[in-house]
């Protein structure tokens, strides 16, 4: 005989995935200016409002997204919605994420001469860059907190050293994120060796 799911169970996942495919949606629709913008937007609403997802975990998912390839939007809402519901949650949040930005350039495209060559629209453009570059700064900050206080040298170093490889010698970004994920993992081993030694001389 087939177990049937509890009808409040069912009625939850319901809610559950109307409420993932609704926020990327709004998510997806309020962001400009590059897959960054919806970090701190997803960080808010999936960490700050809903508790779905941990401060340490979202910054996990973002640094998977970021380092896979794809527009870092579409790979941090799948990751969001795997972790909060599984397939069946990334599939409703990167069709949530994908939608709203094929509609407005669906419409932009029929507009496109228009829009182009509008003084007011690319003054608005303008003053958008200056917001996405206020919020990306937030979410360096906030997000960079974390690490702040693990007071571990390690991570300060990785940091600075990304930031000043890519800023000041040009190099690849790809050979940047392959070498701290290197680092990251033997860093990562170590401490499990000394975790592992701990536990062994205090047996």
């Known amino acids: 005989m087939k ?12 809610l559950k995935y109307r409420k ?5 949606f709004q998510l997806s629709a309020c962001t400009f200016g590059g897959g960054f913008v919806i970090i701190p937007l997803m960080r808010k609403k999936f960490v700050e409002e809903l508790h779905w997802i941990g401060e340490q975990e979202m910054m996990d998912l ?22 909060a519901a599984g397939v069946p949650g990334a599939l409703l949040t990167v069709f949530g994420t ?9 419409v932009i495209s029929l507009f496109y001469q228009a829009f182009r060559d509008n003084a007011i629209v690319n003054m608005a453009m303008t003053g958008m860059l200056a917001g996405v570059a206020a919020v990306i700064c937030d979410v360096v900050i906030t997000m960079g907190k974390s690490i702040w206080k693990q007071k571990r040298l390690l ?8 930031f000043a490889g890519v800023r000041f010698f040009n190099i690849n970004i790809i050979f940047v994120i392959l ?3 290197i680092v990251g993992a033997c860093d990562t081993l170590v401490q ?11 047996s």
Do not use: R, W
Request: charged fraction near 15%; aromatic fraction near 2%; charge should be positive.
């Open 155 to 162: 991570p300060l170093l990785v940091l600075a050293a990304s």
């Open 98 to 106: 994908v939608l709203p930005p094929l509609i407005i350039i669906s």
């Open 62 to 83: 973002t640094a998977i997204a970021q380092s896979s390839p794809g527009a870092i939007a579409v790979n941090a809402s799948i990751l969001v919605g795997y972790h």
């Open 3 to 14: 177990n049937l799911e509890n009808p409040e169970n069912l009625e939850n996942k319901k």
């Open 20 to 24: 993932l495919f609704l926020s990327t």
């Open 179 to 181: 070498l701290c994920g």
């Open 192 to 202: 499990m060796h000394k975790k592992g030694a701990g536990k062994n001389d205090l």
